[in-house]
């Protein structure tokens, strides 16, 4: 279906994508924050682009102040000031943002300071067997000193191991996600064990 996606259609899928996510949370009955990846190079105009999903939060009663915009670190960005742009208009609204899958792409902590997200997501290749690499670990921990003085909220990616738990926990990192604590469901809430948290 990805492959699909093109310069002319991705404005339109992007949109689709953003209503849809929106629509499921608000049947789930969803009232934590809700995280929704776009496509930086799909998105024209901030302001514009904004326009429906706000109304399809008003229309399917979600809260605004709960919505999370993210872009994977994948995706290479063409025009990083445009990034930026909609980043500052996203939270200029209230709105907080993400970068998603960071180590996996074209990212580098300066490029980190310059988008300064509300949240840093971790990429799963920094996670894996962290608590067998000393590499990973000062790098990661280099990520979480920045971070800490921007203000970012780091999560780690991909936490399967208790051991990878232990790590993290210990370079100071409060927020993750994983199959340790649950596998992802497809329009479902999983049941999370939040007790290794606690």
């Not at 003085?149 to 993290?168: F, R």
Request: net charge negative; hydrophobic share 35%; aromatic share 12%.
């Amino acid at each position: 279906m990805f492959e699909q996606i093109n310069h002319d259609n991705r404005y339109y899928f992007d949109q689709a994508c953003r209503v849809k996510a929106i629509e499921t949370a608000a049947r789930l009955g969803i009232d934590c924050y809700l995280h929704i990846n776009f496509l930086p190079n799909a998105v024209y105009s901030p302001e514009t682009c904004i326009r429906a999903t706000i109304e399809a939060a008003d229309l399917y009663g979600f809260d605004l102040t709960k919505l999370v915009f993210e872009v994977t670190e994948g995706e290479e960005i063409v025009d990083k000031s445009h990034l930026q742009r909609i980043f500052s208009s996203y939270s200029a609204r209230g709105f907080q943002t993400a970068i998603d899958d960071y180590g996996a792409g074209y990212t580098s902590l300066s490029w980190l300071v310059e988008i300064r997200p509300h949240i840093l997501k971790l990429d799963r290749s920094l996670i894996q067997d962290i608590d067998q690499s000393p590499e990973k670990q000062k790098q990661v921990k280099e990520v979480i000193q920045q971070c800490e003085l921007q203000g970012t909220k780091v999560l780690a990616e991909g936490v399967e191991t208790e051991a990878e738990l232990n790590v993290l926990t210990k370079l100071g990192i409060r927020f993750m996600q994983g199959y340790y604590f649950a596998k992802p469901g497809f329009e479902s809430l999983p049941e999370v064990d939040f007790s290794p948290l606690c």
